[in-house]
T-cell receptor
Framework: SQTIHQWPATLVQPVGSPLSLECTVEGTSNPNLYWYRQAAGRGLQLLFYSVGIGQISSEVPQNLSASRPQDRQFILSSKKLLLSDSGFYLC????????????FGEGSWLTVV | AQSVTQLDSHVSVSEGTPVLLRCNYSSSYSPSLFWYVQHPNKGLQLLLKYTSAATLVKGINGFEAEFKKSETSFHLTKPSAHMSDAAEYFCVVSDGGSTLGRLYFGRGTQLTVWP
């Protein structure tokens, strides 16, 4: 069966510091991978998605970047965090194709102080 | 264009009474529709999905939803609420017109269950 792992679960970082959130998927090949952010009291916002190694699409201009160095690894990064980067970040995967279900990781709480 | 509207931001019910969480969607294509549940500080868990098969879809934990194309609705129901159902629920539509399967989320409905 497929599993998705995301870490760290909780992170408190000062403004201006770097960020690295990591996500890996097991039990499948060539998945679509996603990073979402859920700010307090708001819905989910798609940040990045990837349909293959090295293929990253950004949905919104921002202080963050994503990379996919391996087929089942997706990394969310920032060189310098802003206060507005605080939120709950969710990694997700799906099999390729339009109608496949998206499955979410457990999420990472980021607080920028 | 695709969009999802969850008609209630908060729903409160007593334990043992029925649950109704309302969702309307718009889609340019034949959509796939999902309901996810999110418990505090947790990721989203799939409750059920509709992908153009039977219009009444049964999910986990006793939940079900009915796809009504004429009303562009996909309301979530459960006959009898349990305390463990207290969580936030998201109605989601998938863009069937692309190869990516991009999701469009409603803003969520917070379900409170009173003892």
């Amino acid at each position: 069966s497929q599993t998705i792992h995301q870490w760290p679960a909780t992170l408190v970082q000062p403004v201006g510091s770097p960020l690295s959130l990591e996500c890996t998927v097991e039990g499948t090949s060539n998945p679509n991978l996603y990073w979402y952010r859920q700010a307090a009291g708001r819905g989910l916002q798609l940040l990045f998605y990837s349909v293959g190694i090295g293929q990253i699409s950004s949905e919104v201009p921002q202080n963050l970047s994503a990379s996919r160095p391996q087929d089942r690894q997706f990394i969310l990064s920032s060189k310098k965090l802003l206060l507005s980067d605080s939120g709950f970040y969710l990694c997700a995967w799906s099999n390729s194709g339009a109608r496949n279900t998206i499955y979410f990781g457990e999420g990472s709480w980021l607080t920028v102080v | 264009a695709q969009s999802v509207t969850q008609l209630d931001s908060h729903v409160s019910v007593s334990e043992g009474t029925p649950v109704l969480l309302r969702c309307n969607y718009s889609s340019s294509y034949s959509p796939s529709l999902f309901w996810y549940v999110q418990h505090p500080n947790k990721g989203l868990q799939l409750l059920l999905k509709y992908t153009s098969a039977a219009t009444l879809v049964k999910g986990i934990n006793g939940f079900e939803a009915e796809f009504k194309k004429s009303e562009t609705s996909f309301h979530l129901t459960k006959p009898s609420a349990h305390m463990s159902d207290a969580a936030e629920y998201f109605c989601v539509v998938s863009d069937g017109g692309s190869t990516l399967g991009r999701l469009y989320f409603g803003r969520g409905t917070q379900l409170t269950v009173w003892p």
